[in-house]
Each structure stands twice: as structure tokens, then as C-alpha cells.
């Protein structure tokens, strides 16, 4: 399946719990203030790139426990971004995403939704420069959370990661 990314980075420790491969998606409709990566909001920048060649390189990337969905904003375009965390499940890693979205927002649509039964940690919500906070682990603003997505799924109720 054809998608839109700016790129991929191995071997990163600041996108989520232990060693990831961090894919950055290509789109982002929240335009958050002081954003880090302004060059992903363009749907049509980026370079196009097949969701089979991700896997692959996913596969053959070695010491890595998981990966992470990055960009932009990978729900940007569900369908790319659940087949990546699908096969990437299958082969035993982690998932985590970033979204400006909120886990009610992402559960509320039916393709973003679909993405969550792949993924383990959902940091949510978009970056807010006033509430930027330095504490904030594995986020860049305080109102973003770490939503433990099967759990969240499995309960009903959100269940959040305290770091």
C-alpha cells in the first residue's frame, strides 16, 4: 500500500519504552503551535513509500523492542498505519503512536479506531506550547496522555500509563 513519510529513524530511545524504530507519517491536519516537525503537516510533502518496504525494514532492523508511529500524524492515514502496526505485532514488537487526536476522537471514527487494535500505547491529544512541560515523559505537553490502549479497550473505560 502506497503512503506518504518523511522518514524513518533507528534505534531511538525518546519515542516510547525501550529501544524503537520510529516511523515519521507524512500529514498533519492539527497545526499545533511551536510544533517540532512543521515539514510533516503538508499531506503532499514527504516522499511516497510502500507499506511492504516499511515491514520489510522493520523485520531486518535488529535490537529494537518496538516500533513507534510517528509524524505528522500517522492516523492521518489509518489504513498505512494499521497495516504497519499489524505486521509489526505479528512479529512480536510493540506499537506506540502519536496522534494529535484524542483516544476519544480516535475511537469515535471507524478507520482511525481500527488502528488501536494493533497499537499498546497511544500518546494523545495535540501539543499545547503553553502546557509544554520538561516532565512530561514520552510527551511535549502536559495535557497529552499515555493511553494504554488494550487495556483502555478491554475495560471500556480509559486507562492511562503514569510516567
Known sequence: MKFRMVG????????????????????CPHHCMECQNPDTWDPNGGDESD????????????????????GGDPLFQPEAAGEIARASKATGLSVWCY????????MSDEKRSAVMKYVDVLVDGPFINDLKAQNAIYRGSSN????????????????????
Do not use: C, P
Not at 524513518?8 to 515519521?24: C, M
Not at 507499506?51 to 510517528?70: A, F, V
Not at 496522534?99 to 480516535?106: D, N
Open 144 to 163: 497529552q496522555r499515555l493511553v494504554d490502549v488494550q487495556a483502555s479497550m478491554e475495560s471500556g473505560t480509559i486507562k492511562l500509563i503514569s510516567k
Open 8 to 27: 524513518i529513524k533507528k534505534h531511538s530511545v525518546v519515542d516510547g519504552v525501550g529501544v524503537r524504530l520510529v516511523i515519521f507519517f507524512q500529514g
Open 99 to 106: 496522534s494529535g487526536w484524542t483516544y476519544e476522537e480516535v
Open 51 to 70: 507499506t511492504d518496504d516499511i515491514i520489510e525494514i522493520i523485520r531486518n532492523t535488529k535490537y529494537i523492542d518496538g516500533i513507534t508511529l510517528s
